[in-house]
């Protein structure tokens, strides 16, 4: 598996698919790991799940060494 052209190492992009309020927690959840190392550096814009309900957002992760 490779990152996208361009991006910067250590920076990984996570799709989060489910409904809004779940996807909201998991991000915040993510946003509590800074000491471990983990920054959510950029969330988009919700989308709406085509073929399943709910939404899909994607999350921009910085994976550094914990602090």
Do not use: C, F, H
């Not at 989060?16 to 915040?28: K, M």
């Not at 993510?30 to 085509?50: C, H, K, Q, W």
């Not at 399943?52 to 921009?60: A, H, S």
């Amino acid at each position: 598996m490779t990152g996208q052209a361009g991006q910067a190492p250590g920076v990984v992009k996570v799709r989060l698919s489910g409904e809004l309020a779940d996807i909201e927690v998991v991000n915040e959840i993510l946003s509590g790991y800074g000491d471990a190392g983990v920054e959510v550096i950029e969330t988009s814009a919700p989308r709406l799940n085509r073929y399943e309900p709910g939404r899909w957002v994607y999350l921009t992760l910085r994976i550094g060494a914990p602090r």
